[in-house]
């Protein structure tokens, strides 16, 4: 059982971590599943089961990780920002920024820069709680 | 008072094959292999600096109970155990390129930071580990 469990837990990290890498890109749930060899039903719900929120949540919770990064480090602009994590509408971002951070993304640059730690660190700091939206109005904003 | 950072640890699935990782792989070298018989103690160490030894260690009985070592394996194969390794290097882009051919499972690129270049990585459990490029001064 506990074998099993780390095995799965392992391939679904791997899948987490080529999300992490791989941000940007078109990544939808089938292409994901059929990375971790699942069915998609199956694959959104061991995701869930193991990392806490379901893959598309995690994905935008990276994105805008990213884009909190590029407002709080960069000059650019916030339309660049928003084609530079992957989203394709920058309205589509804008709300998805503000549900999930509690603030448009231009209010959020005005919070300055980041101090002199590992990116790493900062990264997985920065990112918005998994907990500051429902993962019902999530859903809604599926794009 | 303390005068150094001499061991520190972090928690593996399997020795045997946290020995062909960071060692095989990475390039560290043992610096002691032992069975005391309840336990394997193994440490390794960055050629040319036994001063920083990790200790990887196997989660499990008798040191702790069957079920908590369990909840232990499932964190650290979530990749959120809270073992991370930080390593210096000259060359990122050299070390990340000899990494890929030896098979290592890359996780970010080599990154221009403020403080240098860095890429991630992980080792067959779900540990983190970072390699820096770091810059002089």
């Not at chain 1, 749930?29 to 699942?38: Q, R």
């Not at chain 1, 709300?95 to 509690?102: A, P, W």
């Not at chain 2, 990790?54 to 008798?62: K, Q, S, T, V």
Request: net charge negative; glycine share 8%.
């Amino acid at each position: 059982m506990s074998k099993v469990t780390e095995e799965r837990n392992r391939r679904l990290l791997r899948v987490r971590d080529l999300m992490d890498r791989s941000y940007a890109d078109a990544l939808d749930v089938p292409t994901l599943a059929g990375l971790a060899c699942v069915s998609e039903s199956h694959f959104i719900r061991t995701f869930r089961a193991v990392f806490g929120e379901t893959p598309h949540r995690y994905l935008q919770r990276r994105r805008v990780e990213r884009a909190i990064w590029l407002l709080r480090t960069t000059d650019r602009s916030v339309t660049d920002i928003c084609v530079e994590v992957g989203f394709t509408s920058l309205g589509t971002f804008s709300r998805v920024f503000h549900e999930i951070v509690g603030e448009s993304p231009t209010a959020h640059r005005r919070r300055g820069s980041v101090g002199p730690v590992p990116s790493c660190f900062a990264h997985a700091w920065l990112r918005p709680a998994s907990t500051a939206i429902s993962e019902k109005r999530a859903s809604v904003s599926q794009h | 008072m303390m005068k150094r950072l001499n061991i520190s640890g972090i928690y593996v699935l399997d020795q045997d094959e946290a020995l062909d990782f960071y060692v095989g792989k990475l390039g560290l070298e043992v610096d002691t292999d032992l069975d005391l018989g309840f336990m394997r103690w193994l440490t390794v160490c960055v050629p040319g600096d036994p001063d920083h030894k990790i200790l990887l260690e196997r989660p499990g009985p008798p040191a702790m109970s069957e079920e908590t070592a369990e909840q232990v394996r499932e964190m650290v194969s979530k990749g959120a155990a809270g073992g991370h390794l930080f390593f210096a290097v000259d060359d990122a882009h050299a070390t990340y390129a000899e990494l890929r051919t030896r098979g290592v499972e890359l996780t970010e690129e080599p990154t221009e930071q403020a403080y240098g270049i860095d890429f991630g990585l992980r080792d067959p459990f779900g540990n983190h580990v970072r390699v820096a490029q770091l810059k002089q001064g």
